[in-house]
């Protein structure tokens, strides 16, 4: 259990939550705000007790994107400088599952974020959306590489150059979120998928994930490659002894991470 300024976590077994907690401004991303978040991925992901985590908002807003008021005055060469953007690189790198636990609004740098995570769960009532052209500018923080990863390009365009945001049934459509679930259920469905996930050779899980981030960005023989050398290193671990051996004598596997 840890509580920051914007940030709080509590351990479920081997499931870390994380809150991101400013009701006030809707969750806004402000800079203090994302480097607290980033340093607490970061140090989960570096725990050996933690298997997969689960990051969420508040019922209102998963987040309602950067914060405007912070950024409103900012000049380019400001801007440039400060290079704000930078840490959100970090949560790519994260080794663990992440899953984003979403309700109510994920707008601007929200959606983005939980774009960044591995998977998303969608409360009902949740709206995706990267209204930055309605402010006069545009996404900074992945908006534009990711949804159209995530959608395709004639779908992410009209969601960035209209601005308008979609309903979490219209996500679940397009790819972008894993499943829809009922409002107060959403975090729940979050942690059951991470527990189930928790379950698993952590040392599958994390070359499972590195493989599926690198056939985004890689052409097939490449990822193919990639995949194959992490199949055979999977061969020196001892989960893959047990999980082998598990099968044929017919009982479930005791994975120890190593
Ligand atoms: N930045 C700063 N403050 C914000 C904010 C944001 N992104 N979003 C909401 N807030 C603040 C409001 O200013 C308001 O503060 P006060 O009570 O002090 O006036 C408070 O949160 C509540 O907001 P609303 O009264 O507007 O609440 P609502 O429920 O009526 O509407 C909303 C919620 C639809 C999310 C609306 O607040 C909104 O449209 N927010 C801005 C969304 C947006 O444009 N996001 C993109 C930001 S730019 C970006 O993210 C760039 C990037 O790529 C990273």
Redesign the pocket.
């Known amino acids: 259990m840890s509580d920051g300024q914007y940030i709080h976590t509590r351990m479920h077994d081997r499931v870390a939550l994380i809150r991101i907690q400013r009701d006030?401004?809707?969750n806004?991303l402000n800079l203090a705000l994302m480097n607290e978040l980033v340093d607490t991925l970061e140090c989960l992901d570096a725990d050996e007790t933690v298997r997969c985590m689960v990051l969420t908002g508040g019922e209102?807003?998963f987040a309602?994107?950067?914060?405007?008021?912070e950024m409103a005055d900012v000049t380019a060469p400001a801007m440039k400088l400060l290079n704000q953007?930078r840490i959100w690189d970090k949560i790519r790198f994260l080794t663990k599952p992440l899953i984003a636990a979403v309700n109510g609004?994920a707008?601007?740098?929200g959606c983005?974020l939980a774009m960044a995570c591995d998977m998303i769960v969608a409360g009902e009532e949740a709206k995706f959306g990267q209204?930055?052209v309605?402010?006069g500018?545009m996404?900074?923080?992945g908006?534009t590489q990711r949804l159209t990863r995530n959608v395709g390009k004639a779908r992410a365009l009209e969601m960035l150059l209209t601005g308008n945001a979609i309903s979490a049934e219209r996500a679940w459509q397009m790819g972008l979120v894993n499943r829809v679930v009922a409002t107060d259920k959403c975090v729940d469905e979050a942690l059951r998928l991470a527990h189930e996930i928790a379950q698993q050779a952590p040392m599958a899980v994390r070359l499972i994930k590195e493989s599926v981030l690198k056939a985004l960005d890689t052409d097939i023989q490449t990822g193919m490659d990639f995949e194959r050398n992490a199949f055979y290193l999977l061969f020196a671990t001892e989960d893959k002894s047990e999980g082998m051996k598990a099968f044929l004598e017919r009982r479930n596997p005791v994975f120890h991470g190593r």
């Open positions: 006030e401004a809707r806004a209102k807003a309602a994107g950067a914060d405007i008021a953007f609004y707008l601007g740098g983005e209204p930055e309605k402010i500018v996404p900074g923080a908006g």
